[in-house]
T-cell receptor, first 113, second 115 residues
Framework: GNSVTQMEGPVTLSEEAFLTINCTYT??????LFWYVQYPGEGLQLLLK?????DKGSNKGFEATYRKETTSFHLEKGSVQVSDSAVYFC????????????FGSGTRLQVQP | GAVVSQHPSWVICKSGTSVKIECRSL??????MFWYRQFPKQSLMLMAT?????????EQGVEKDKFLINHASLTLSTLTVTSAHPEDSSFYIC???????????FGPGTRLLVL
C-alpha cells in the first residue's frame, strides 16, 4: 500500500534560517504529491503540489521537487519567518488526486525570533 | 481557494449520545467528500470516502454503524457519531474534492469531546 515518511519534529529554527523537511514515499504507479500546512487552531491548507516527476511546486517561498528516482518530495524554504510556525504534512494521492490522501505523520516547525 | 465549512467547530457531549457533524463545500460542487480523524499530535487517518447519492466506503477498522455518513447533495456530507464514547474524542476533518483539477479542500475540523 501507499505510505509517506516524514522527518520527526519538532524542528526549531531561528528567523531567516534555511528550512528542509524531508519526505519520502512508497506508492504504486505515479502519485501526485502534496505539502499541507496546519496553523495552530486551524484546518489544513494546501501549500504546494506536484503531479509528475521533476515537477517543482512552489508557494509563499516554499519549494518542493518531485524526485521519482529517490521517491522524495522534500520541502525547503530559504528564509523562514516566525509566521511559518505550524505543522507541515506531506501527502500523496493516486491518479492525480482522484483518491483520498495518504498523509505523513506531520512535522512541527517552530521559528524563534 | 475553495471554501469548505464544518459545523460545529467543537462539541462536548455525554457518553451515549449521538453527534452530527456537517461538512459543506461553499463555492463548488464536490464529487467526493472524505472524512478523516486526527488524534493529538498525530497525522490524519482516513475514515471513509463519500460519493453523492451512494453509500460511503469505509476504511478497514472503521465501524460503519457507529460512524454514519450521509452525502445528500453535491455540497453537503454529514458524519454522525452514534452512541459516542470517550474513546471517540478526536478531531474530525472533512475534505471535498472538486473543481477543474479535482483538488481536495479541507474543512477547519470539528473537535469532539465525549465525557
Amino acid at each position: 500500500g501507499n505510505s509517506v515518511t516524514q522527518m520527526e519534529g519538532p524542528v526549531t529554527l531561528s528567523e531567516e534560517a534555511f528550512l528542509t523537511i524531508n519526505c519520502t514515499y512508497t506508492a504504486t504507479g505515479y502519485p501526485s504529491l502534496f505539502w499541507y500546512v496546519q496553523y495552530p487552531g486551524e484546518g489544513l491548507q494546501l501549500l504546494l503540489k506536484a503531479t509528475k516527476a521533476d515537477d517543482k511546486g512552489s508557494n509563499k517561498g516554499f519549494e518542493a521537487t518531485y524526485r521519482k528516482e529517490t521517491t522524495s518530495f522534500h520541502l525547503e524554504k530559504g528564509s523562514v519567518q516566525v509566521s511559518d510556525s505550524a505543522v507541515y504534512f506531506c501527502a500523496l494521492s493516486d491518479q492525480a488526486g482522484r483518491r483520498a490522501l495518504t498523509f505523513g505523520s506531520g512535522t512541527r516547525l517552530q521559528v524563534q525570533p | 481557494g475553495a471554501v469548505v465549512s464544518q459545523h460545529p467547530s467543537w462539541v462536548i457531549c455525554k457518553s451515549g449520545t449521538s453527534v452530527k457533524i456537517e461538512c459543506r463545500s461553499l463555492d463548488f460542487q464536490a464529487t467526493t467528500m472524505f472524512w478523516y480523524r486526527q488524534f493529538p499530535k498525530q497525522s490524519l487517518m482516513l475514515m471513509a470516502t463519500s460519493n453523492e447519492g451512494s453509500k460511503a466506503t469505509y476504511e478497514q477498522g472503521v465501524e460503519k454503524d457507529k460512524f454514519l455518513i450521509n452525502h445528500a447533495s453535491l455540497t453537503l456530507s454529514t458524519l454522525t457519531v452514534t452512541s459516542a464514547h470517550p474513546e471517540d474524542s478526536s478531531f474530525y476533518i472533512c475534505s471535498s474534492r472538486g473543481g477543474v483539477e479535482e483538488t481536495q479542500y479541507f474543512g477547519p475540523g470539528t473537535r469532539l469531546l465525549v465525557l
